[in-house]
């Protein structure tokens, strides 16, 4: 009987798209879902780019673990890169699989299912390679320092992972993790329309990029690409198995391509990509998740212009971070507070009006003034944001900003202060840009809705410029409907109300409700 599996994701896009590729290939493999529970294998997809990010992986395996001792609880993502021993001693770990083998989670997951870790040994599956790569992050890292045998595990047509890769602790937790990263996409998993109604396609993994705050180049290595040829496989697959909007995602997607062999792929430029996908697939809506601001290249912003609005959703997130000149600097990011205002301007002057703009803002780096953060904070108003993703600088070992950090600290009274200040601001920014679409009509697709709006009899939508909405009533997830916005509500919430049309169908005399969402997205990555 196929094991039954539960997957938890935490963190960015990219790594939520790395989870469902992971249970998209469960599935595949006739494994079942169940909650952690009851799961036979309860995989925890982590996040590092903060310490509460740590603390909160760390919390769920416990958890878990005293919800169903008999789970085996395979830990990956970026703290299992990054840390993999502190995961491995927590109870009911079985196995830590870091970016650099994330490829291999599956395999794993469904030999841990089956009962033990001798189904590694003595499953008919491609043995490992027999050399060692001599890199230190490979040694064996045994919690009493004994060396132990190691077990073959699948790996594909590539056997790169060596003996030394798998590390079998006294407690016999597996720990892959090293800084090859030669197993770390995960592209033969399906791409299709069902929990997820939008799902995400990671078409881009690593940075090369050295923010001096960011421990992404740590735990995910430097910059790599799907091929062309694969990204327009997944996407016509999507679409003929009926989905309607896909997200394009990555860790730096705007950098797609770069790292391709010409004489292996004429498509190397992500706008190229973008255009390729409009012009030679039927996908109803593409949608692009964030990308760094100077990557929002003439190119690029050309699709956008031409396509935006149809075929390609209105919707850009540039990651801000400061719009102080001197934080900017000191964070290493590779724009200027008016690099950045000139992109944005481009890209309306692109897309429209109704693009809705989206960024992140780290409030309390290092050394961060009064005069900086109110440099922050006009920058802010300034430019019209849809919306704002709020988080508090949170240090991580081997970065720069650590030891800026150990030097320069922002009391964290001062940066709750902030934190607050720019909380009212973005809640002003998007009452602002939404308010302008009262008496307009937008196109939206359908989601799944909760338990509680089920029972309340209501669905939840999201608009092609991305704005949350919810309508009264029952429609099914994945339909692309009409709606016309009647106004604006508490919370700054959009008040909403099917047009008339064939996509609707006899739903569309639905009635307009207020959309409870909060207006700034606050989060801990």
């Known amino acids: 009987m196929p094991p039954t599996f539960h997957v938890e994701n935490f963190g960015c896009r990219a790594a939520r798209a790395d989870g469902e590729a992971i249970a998209a290939l469960l599935r595949a493999a006739a494994a079942a879902e169940s909650q952690p529970s009851e799961a036979d294998v309860v995989i925890v997809n982590t996040c590092s780019v903060t310490a509460e990010a740590d603390r909160e992986a760390r919390a769920y395996i416990r958890r878990a673990n005293r919800l169903n001792p008999a789970a085996r609880i395979i830990a990956t993502g970026c703290y299992a890169q990054r840390a993999a021993e502190e995961l491995a001693v927590l109870p009911g770990v079985a196995a830590v699989v870091g970016n650099s083998h994330k490829a291999l989670a599956p395999a794993i997951a469904l030999h841990l299912g089956l009962g033990s870790m001798e189904n590694l040994r003595s499953a008919n599956l491609q043995p490992v390679s027999e050399h060692d790569s001599g890199n230190p992050r490979s040694r064996s890292r045994a919690s ?7 077990a073959p595990i699948p790996v594909g047509p590539s056997p790169l992972v060596t003996v030394s890769d798998l590390l079998i602790a006294s407690n016999r937790t597996l720990i892959l993790a090293d800084d090859t990263f030669a197993h770390s996409f995960l592209e033969e998993a399906p791409i299709a329309p069902g929990a997820q109604t939008r799902p995400n396609l990671k078409i881009q993994e690593g940075c090369s990029n050295r923010c001096s705050f960011c421990v992404i180049p740590q735990t995910r290595g430097s910059s790599r690409s799907l091929s062309a ?51 030679q697939t039927d996908l109803p809506r593409l949608r692009l998740s964030s990308i760094e601001p100077m990557d929002w290249d003439a190119a690029l912003i050309g699709v956008m212009a031409e396509c935006g609005g149809t ?3 209105r919707h850009a997130h540039l990651p801000l971070q400061s719009g102080s000149d001197s934080v900017l600097r000191r964070m290493y990011r590779r724009y200027r507070p008016w690099h950045y205002a000139d992109k944005v301007s481009e890209l309306f002057g692109a897309a429209g009006p109704s693009l809705t703009l989206g960024a992140d803002v780290m409030v309390g780096f290092p050394g961060e003034t009064d005069r900086e953060f109110q440099e922050t904070c006009d920058f ?40 607050s200040v720019l ?45 949350p909405v919810e309508l009264a009533g029952t429609l099914s997830a994945n339909q692309l409907v009409r709606l016309r916005v009647t106004g604006l509500g508490a919370d700054n919430a959009l008040l909403v109300m099917p047009v008339r049309s064939g996509a609707c169908g006899s739903d569309s005399q639905l009635e307009a409700l207020p959309v409870s969402r909060k207006p700034a997205l606050e989060t801990t990555f």
């Not at 009493?144 to 190691?150: I, M, P, Q, W």
């Not at 900003?401 to 922002?410: G, I, K, R, Y």
């Open 423 to 467: 909380r009212s601001l973005a809640a002003a920014r998007t009452r602002a840009h939404r308010r302008q679409f009262i008496g307009t009509e937008l196109e939206a697709i359908t989601l799944h809705s909760t338990a509680a709006l089920a029972r309340a009899n209501r669905t939840s939508a999201l608009t092609e410029n991305f704005l």
């Open 229 to 279: 040829a694969s990204v327009l496989a997944h996407v016509r697959s999507f679409v003929a198995a009926g989905g309607n909007e896909l997200v394009l995602s990555g860790i730096n997607l705007g950098r797609w391509g770069r790292d391709l062999d010409p004489a292996q792929s004429p498509i190397r430029t992500f706008a190229a990509l973008v255009r390729t996908i409009v012009e």
């Open 311 to 313: 075929r390609l959703a």
């Open 380 to 419: 802010i108003r300034a430019l019209p944001f849809g919306y704002l993703h709020l988080f508090p600088f949170s240090p991580r070992p081997g970065t720069r900003a650590w030891t800026l950090h150990a030097d320069s600290p922002v009391p964290a009274a001062i940066v709750n202060e902030r934190m």
């Open 144 to 150: 009493n320092a004994d060396e132990r045998e190691t």
